[in-house]
């Protein structure tokens, strides 16, 4: 079973529906969840952090995380085609520890 | 947030080659991260370069193939050595840093390599 699960896609939604993106995670002990976008071509970028149980939104963006169930999400509301990019999920195993372990990404797709 | 640039941003490189990227960031950081990126893969951490120490290679990583320098806060250097096509790939240099409250990992843009 691989550390960080994600579907790699390509996740295609039309411009201005919610867009789903999941990962699942192996180590139950894991503390801190990250999304990260990567446009082609280009290097990942930070755009939501989850630490706690429960939603966390900024702007058209939700995390959804569930320690219990070990899976993390990310909602995007209002569906752009600029969203349109690899969305990488990455789980920090252990409070204090410097390593990431990253999904191999979902390729999202908005059609305009 | 910490701005990180690389050279080369990409290099065609024969095989049996060795490749130094260099990694520079606008602010003192005491951990820069060397990851690599394979085609249709996600990213791999190789190893964690410390300021006056040697650095900690990941499983899968050695020095000798990856020898990484690190003589003050601000840069870093990764060499792949003895290239292979299997070597083709995006490495990224990556520090971490304060957005705010929120600690995140900040990611230079990536050097393209490619091994013939």
């Known amino acids: 079973q691989k550390e960080v699960e994600q579907n790699s896609g390509p996740l295609s939604v039309p411009e201005g529906a919610i867009a789903s993106l999941n990962c699942t995670y192996s180590?139950?002990?894991?503390?801190?969840f990250f999304w990260y976008r990567q446009y082609s071509g280009k290097s990942p970028e930070l755009i939501m952090s989850?630490?706690?149980?429960g939603d966390k939104e900024d702007g058209r963006f939700t995390a959804q995380l569930n320690k219990a169930s070990q899976y993390v999400s990310l909602l995007i509301r209002d569906s752009q085609p600029s969203d349109s990019a690899t969305y990488l999920c990455?789980?920090?195993?252990?409070?204090?520890?410097?390593?990431?372990?990253f999904g191999t990404g979902t390729r999202l797709k908005v059609l305009a | 947030s910490a701005v990180i640039s690389q050279k080369p941003s990409r290099d065609i490189c024969q095989r049996g080659t060795s490749l130094t990227i260099q990694c520079q960031v606008d602010?003192?950081?005491?951990?820069m991260f060397w990851y690599r990126q394979q085609p249709g893969q996600s990213l791999t951490l190789i190893a964690t370069?410390?300021?006056?120490?040697?650095?900690?290679?990941e499983s899968g990583f050695v020095i000798d193939k990856f020898p990484i320098s690190r003589p003050n806060l601000t840069f870093s250097t990764l060499t792949v050595s003895n290239m292979s096509p299997e070597d083709s790939s995006i490495y990224l240099c990556?520090?971490?840093?304060?957005?705010?409250?929120?600690?995140?990992?900040?990611f230079g843009p990536g050097t393209r390599l490619t091994v013939l």
């Open positions: 990556s520090v971490e840093g304060t957005s705010g409250v929120t600690r995140r990992r900040f």
């Open positions: 180590d139950r002990g894991s503390q801190s």
């Open positions: 989850i630490y706690s149980n």
């Open positions: 990455a789980v920090n195993p252990r409070r204090g520890t410097y390593k990431y372990i």
């Open positions: 602010s003192q950081v005491t951990m």
């Open positions: 370069a410390n300021q006056g120490s040697e650095a900690t290679y």
